[in-house]
Every structure is written in structure tokens, then in C-alpha cells.
């Protein structure tokens, strides 16, 4: 059979909703809300249970496999809610990476954007994506993380989309982010042809805000990693 082109959705993911296909808790998963009228799907990497907001979902396994390495460049940026005060300061000693029960952590850019008087938010920017790298992080410096909403991944924003909501990608935005030629770019609508490979020594651009046309979905998921 022919294989379908590769395709990627942004997805508003609410709290307490498990990123999987299924769970031996018998919670709800992503898919369990997700319209039935999408192919079947897999998530580029995950988010905890308590965590919300932007989660990449695609047809393909092999760009979610590709969209999750390091090696893309891609960064995660979060909105933080925690606990208590902290000053800025506290928050630069980040920048040099850290090691915490033996794992080693890379850079986190996080910036007080407010103060309040229980709580602080944060704009939170990481590269690796470890299993509850931004609460462990935190939980270390001794701060209780109580909201954590991922606005964006590499240059695809969360934007204005709606808790629980999800939308296509343009597959030309998503061509021009993964660098592939004119000719690729002219033939991505075609069902023969696939975006999940790159060019060689071609480098997607990013920070733009992708357009999106709205799509909904049905689906299945890889076991990835959480943040």
C-alpha cells in the first residue's frame, strides 16, 4: 500500500490526562477525548499527567522519532507556576546545567516574569526534555511546582489554541521546518511522497509562529519520554 505523507498536529493537552494509548491505572489517556475522524496517531515525546499544554502529534513514526532528538536543536519552553518566592538570581545558577541523584541536567534558561504573594511564575526554556526535568529541578532548589503549561516546542507555538483542542500543521510549514527542498516542498501533498526525511546538510528554519488550517483526532501512542 501506498504510505501516507507524514503529517503533524498541535494539540492543547489538558491536565490530568495520561500520554498513552493506554493505562494499567485505567485513567483517562489524550486519545480517549480526541474526535475519531484523524488516522492513528503518535506523540513527539510526552507530558506528565499534571502537565498541560503543547504536545506535537503526528502519523509517522519516524519524524516523531526525529523531532524528539537532541540533535534537532529544538528547544521546550514552559509557563511555571511555583510555590513560595524566588529571585532571579536563584534562577541563573541554571544556566550552567546541574547534577541531581546522579543525572546530569543541561542548561535551563528560567526568567521571573512575576512575583505574586504565595507563588511566582517562570518562563522555563530546556533542550533535553528528561523524565520531570523542570519539577525535579525545582523540587532541588526547593520550590513546589503547581502549574506547568508548555507553550512551545522547537518553532511550533501553542498560541491561542484551546485546552483539549487540536489542529493540523500546514504541511509547507512543516516542509520549510524540516529543510527540505523546493522539489520536496512542491510534491508534500502528494500521497507517494513522505517529510520525514531531511536533505542532506539542510537545517529547518526557526521561532515563526506555524500557520495551522484545523483538524481533529483519533490515535495511538509511542512510549516517549515526560516533562
Do not use: C
Not at 34 to 54: A, H, K, Q, T, Y
Not at 59 to 72: F, I, V
Not at 91 to 118: E, F, M, N
Amino acid at each position: 500500500p501506498t504510505r501516507e505523507p507524514a503529517r503533524l498536529w498541535r494539540y492543547y493537552k489538558p491536565r490530568g490526562l495520561v500520554v498513552s494509548d493506554r493505562d494499567e491505572q485505567n485513567r483517562k489517556t489524550i486519545f480517549d477525548g480526541l474526535p475519531r475522524n484523524l488516522p492513528r496517531l503518535i506523540s513527539v515525546g510526552r507530558l506528565d499527567l499534571d502537565s498541560e499544554g503543547l504536545l506535537l502529534m503526528t502519523n509517522d513514526g519516524d519524524l516523531a522519532r526525529h523531532l524528539e532528538l537532541p540533535s534537532t536543536g529544538w528547544s521546550r519552553k514552559y509557563r511555571v507556576r511555583v510555590q513560595g518566592h524566588i529571585d532571579q538570581t536563584t534562577l541563573d545558577t541554571l544556566a550552567k546545567g546541574l547534577t541531581i541523584d546522579g543525572i546530569r541536567y543541561g542548561q535551563v534558561i528560567a526568567i521571573l516574569d512575576r512575583q505574586k504573594a504565595s507563588n511566582a511564575w517562570l518562563t522555563v526554556t530546556i533542550r533535553e526534555g528528561k523524565n520531570r526535568e523542570i519539577r525535579r529541578i525545582m523540587d532541588y532548589l526547593g520550590y513546589k511546582v503547581n502549574r506547568l503549561i508548555r507553550t512551545s516546542y522547537g518553532p511550533f507555538q501553542l498560541g491561542d489554541l484551546e485546552d483539549g483542542n487540536i489542529e493540523a500543521i500546514k504541511s509547507r510549514v512543516l516542509a520549510d521546518q524540516l529543510g527540505l527542498d523546493d522539489t520536496m516542498k512542491n510534491a508534500i501533498d502528494k500521497p507517494a511522497i513522505t517529510i520525514s526525511k531531511q536533505t542532506p546538510n539542510s537545517t529547518g528554519k526557526r521561532g515563526i509562529h506555524a500557520n495551522h488550517s484545523r483538524k481533529p483526532s483519533r490515535s495511538h501512542s509511542d512510549k516517549r519520554r515526560r516533562q
